[in-house]
């Protein structure tokens, strides 16, 4: 006769193990000293096995039932039950383990293999660090859309609708990654299409007349700030590259025999070397730097660490610092600004403008030929644009 909840409820220990048989093979196991458990025998193949289900009253009777008809169901299908709960228990602490920090962490280590660019590497870091930290501690097969829009939300609510958006596509980098490596089997970022705020690009602000410039030109030289933070916005003002190629400038970066500053493929946002000639103005800041700071990996080091290269945000908070609003220029809208005023100047072709902007051309073959056509174009505009800029700002032009 099948048991009753109340007969399993009041079963007490007598001293040695027994079984209260319930039907189909389950039974109640109450051991010596009371404990109390669910199990089911059951033939496999021959041989006489025996499967554990759980604990009562935590699995109650109802529950048991269910999971012996399911097991009696794997053996029709010529299936072991408790091979297959076995199984169950070791993906299950793999799952555990997998937590998505790891495999976040596993993927920016696999970045750095793929030598992509270090800002790259940087950005992606602080997203998966920092904006996605919630996230890091769930298994990653038990992460949900709901999960991932939450974080999302909470980033898009601070006002900060891009970074959301570079967030969720961090995030389905790194689901992709774990389904590659057998870790995942979906991606809950692809259902969150649509569910952000579009992002509404908008270029960087920037002054774009001479005399603007040479206020501001003023404004830095006279700015008493740190000593590497000065000099890095003078040469972000001299050589117009990203500013993340300019703070993260290293010594055997430069060539000073030969004028040149080669940024290397690493760092640059284009994935490829590209060479910056410096003018006389911009090697002598160079110049005052290495006396300073020659002894550190890094050309512009941070105050707060001699190992560390300035902040992101160090160059435009030492503008806002200065009175320029982030709507009137930024330390980016440098190459705005050389771009308006070189290619109103009429000095110089766009090509050459564009080369140094390191902006790339569709054509790979006109890539290869505006390299080796238009460097002695760039060294005079270089050296043109360092003395325009002395002059705006009433300087003294710097003579060979």
């Not at 997998?98 to 800002?119: M, Q, S, Y």
């Not at 961090?170 to 590659?180: P, S, Y």
């Not at 806002?320 to 709507?327: A, L, P, T």
């Not at 980016?332 to 005023?341: C, E, N, Q, T, W």
Request: proline share 4%.
């Amino acid at each position: 006769m099948p048991l009753t909840d109340i007969q399993a409820r009041n079963a007490k220990a007598e001293g040695k193990p027994r079984k209260l048989t319930d039907a189909n093979g389950l039974y109640l196991y109450v051991s010596a000293v009371g404990g109390k458990s669910w199990r089911l025998d059951y033939n496999f193949f021959g041989k006489r096995k025996t499967l554990t289900l759980g604990s009562y009253p935590s699995l109650t009777l109802a529950e048991a039932r269910s999971q012996r008809d399911e097991a009696k169901r794997r053996l029709a299908e010529g299936l072991d039950p408790s091979l297959m709960k076995k199984r169950q228990q070791l993906e299950a602490k793999a799952a555990a383990g997998n937590t998505f920090g790891l495999i976040a962490d596993e993927f920016i280590d696999k970045l750095r293999r793929d030598k992509r660019a270090e800002p790259t590497i940087t950005k992606n870091t602080w997203m998966l660090e920092v904006l996605a930290a919630k996230l890091r501690l769930y298994p990653i097969t038990q992460i949900t859309p709901k999960d991932v829009l939450a974080v999302l939300t909470s980033i898009e609510k601070s006002g900060r609708v891009e970074s959301a958006l570079a967030t969720r596509s961090a995030i389905g980098r790194v689901f992709r990654f774990a389904i590659a490596t057998a870790r995942a089997e979906t991606d809950p970022t692809s259902a969150l299409r649509g569910a952000l705020q579009r992002h509404v690009p908008i270029s960087h602000p920037a002054l774009t007349t001479r005399q603007e410039l040479g206020g501001l030109m003023r404004a830095i030289y006279g700015y008493e700030g740190w000593p590497s933070l000065v000099a890095a916005l003078k040469i972000q003002a001299l050589c117009f590259a990203r500013p993340g190629e300019t703070r993260s400038m290293e010594w055997p970066e430069l060539d000073l025999n030969n004028a040149l500053w080669t940024i290397p493929a690493t760092k640059a946002k284009m994935r490829r070397e590209h060479h910056v000639p410096l003018s006389r103005q911009a090697m002598q800041i160079i110049g005052e730097m290495k006396e300073l700071f020659a002894d550190n990996r890094y050309v512009f080091p941070s105050m707060m660490s001699g190992k560390k290269l300035l902040s992101e945000n160090s160059m435009n908070s030492a503008l806002r610092r200065m009175g320029v609003q982030g709507d009137e220029h930024t330390a980016h809208g440098f190459r705005s600004s050389a771009s308006s005023i070189l290619n109103e100047s009429g000095e110089f072709k766009p090509d050459v403008i564009e080369a140094q902007l390191a902006h790339l051309d569709g054509s790979k073959v006109r890539r290869i030929y505006n390299r080796a056509t238009y460097w002695h174009d760039r060294v005079r505009m270089m050296q043109w644009w360092a003395d325009m800029l002395d002059r705006e700002r009433g300087g003294v032009i710097l003579q060979l």
